[in-house]
């Protein structure tokens, strides 16, 4: 076991690891932060997707021990400050952007990322930013949808088959 430091939602968390432990696994079961997801420990779902020092993770693919000093932000990170749901959140639940609910913390982490990077992105921009997260319940229309709606982009269009 090392000793591990790091802020994690804007609180200062110290703990200890081993060097194997994975920063998904550290975030749920040391920090009990559950809402981060673990869908399939590969890296191709996104369910565990969380931000380190601003840049989007997947958490699965990365050792706790290596997000030492690091700021990071998990699904919890995301509401706001009186715990009421953030703009994102707010329009997954407005705009049925979730169904099961087991890919939505990474869906709403990934566009959060999204949005910082691109404030107003298209339909298209928002689907290959999806890219690396998969749903297997809603098929992406409600979820680009509530991604477009939380950017203050209230038109959508229907995907095209």
């Known amino acids: ?12 968390v110290s703990a200890e690891a081993e060097g194997r432990t994975l920063l998904s696994t550290f975030l ?3 920090l009990g932060l ?10 191709q779902c ?4 969380v931000h380190v020092n601003g840049v989007s993770v997947k958490s ?3 050792l706790a021990l290596d997000a030492e000093g690091a700021q990071v932000t998990t699904i ?28 939505t913390p ?12 691109n404030p107003k992105p298209t339909e298209a921009e928002v689907r290959s930013y999806l890219s690396g997260n998969l749903c297997r319940c809603t098929g ?22």
């Open 28 to 30: 749920r079961e040391t």
């Open 106 to 117: 990474g869906m709403v982490m990934t566009a959060a990322a999204l949005l910082a990077e």
């Open 76 to 103: 919890e990170g995301m509401a706001s400050a009186d715990g009421s749901l953030g703009k994102i959140q707010q329009a997954f639940r407005e705009h049925h952007g979730l169904q099961c609910g087991f890919c």
């Open 140 to 161: 992406y229309q409600n979820i680009v949808k509530s991604i477009l709606a939380a950017s203050g982009q209230g038109a959508y269009k229907e995907f095209a088959a």
């Open 60 to 62: 699965c693919m990365m």
């Open 1 to 12: 076991m090392k000793p591990l430091s790091l802020t994690v939602n804007g609180r200062s």
């Open 46 to 49: 996104g369910a565990c997707t």
């Open 34 to 43: 559950t809402g981060t997801h673990v869908g399939c420990d590969t890296g």
